[in-house]
């Protein structure tokens, strides 16, 4: 789901200068869920609902979060939930947001303590791990550059998928050769995008 349809209710800690406070409810029910940054069983979920109202919105984020600058890092996923500001109105309805229960799933890492774990997963800087989705994401937050470049990520696995394909067909095939050179166009595509993201001006940024 867009962000434009949810976005982080912080707790007091997330609060910088100059913010609007926010209303005892939403505050209260952020700090419950902050207690619980990772939730690895059952059990734990459980744990969680008893603490919140039964008629709370349920969502759940359509995309698994990382911190790109660390995929070289072994990494596992946990399921960590977040208070967000949902849309609940439909189509006869005004616009009307209210909080609710996000659920999603962030990368970690795999050899740290449980303390730097659970600091990962309550992040909410974090970008989609698919390209695609985190493309747009940094767009709508001005980093042209780092769309830039995640589109070059997608490009190259698009172009190794298509090689991939051609592996399996007839050689001396037209279809495999037209196949082969799409492959390699789509490359180089990707490798002058890949450049372009890295000497794009400052300005691009916004």
């Known amino acids: 789901m867009s962000d434009t349809h949810r976005q982080p209710i912080?707790?007091?800690?997330?609060?910088?200068?100059?913010?609007?406070?926010?209303?005892?409810?939403?505050?209260?029910?952020?700090?419950?869920?902050?207690?619980h940054p990772m939730l690895g069983s059952v059990g734990a979920l459980a744990r969680l609902l008893a603490h919140l109202p039964?008629?709370?919105?349920?969502?759940l984020d359509e995309h698994v979060r990382w911190d790109p600058d660390?995929?070289?890092?072994?990494?596992?996923?946990?399921?960590t939930p977040r208070i967000v500001w949902v849309d609940t109105a439909d189509e006869t309805?005004?616009?009307?947001?209210?909080?609710?229960?996000?659920?999603?799933?962030?990368c970690i890492p795999f050899d740290s303590t449980p303390d730097v774990q659970a600091a990962v997963a309550v992040r909410r800087d974090l970008l989609p791990a698919d390209p695609y989705a985190s493309a747009e994401e940094r767009l709508e937050q001005g980093d042209v550059p780092g769309a830039l470049g995640d589109l070059a990520t997608l490009l190259q696995d698009i172009a190794a998928l298509l090689s991939d394909v051609t592996d399996g067909l007839d050689r001396g095939s037209p279809d495999t050769?037209?196949?082969?050179?799409?492959?390699?166009?789509?490359?180089q595509a990707a490798a002058r995008i890949a450049r372009l993201a890295k000497t794009g001006p400052e300005g691009d940024r916004g």
Request: proline fraction near 10%; charged fraction near 25%; charge should be negative.
């Open 10 to 35: 912080p707790t007091d800690r997330a609060l910088g200068p100059g913010k609007t406070p926010v209303p005892d409810e939403e505050r209260h029910l952020a700090t419950t869920v902050a207690a």
């Open 54 to 59: 039964p008629e709370l919105p349920l969502w």
């Open 70 to 79: 660390e995929r070289l890092k072994q990494q596992l996923l946990t399921v």
């Open 93 to 106: 309805e005004d616009a009307s947001m209210e909080p609710g229960l996000e659920l999603g799933t962030v």
């Open 177 to 187: 050769e037209s196949l082969r050179v799409e492959a390699s166009t789509i490359g």
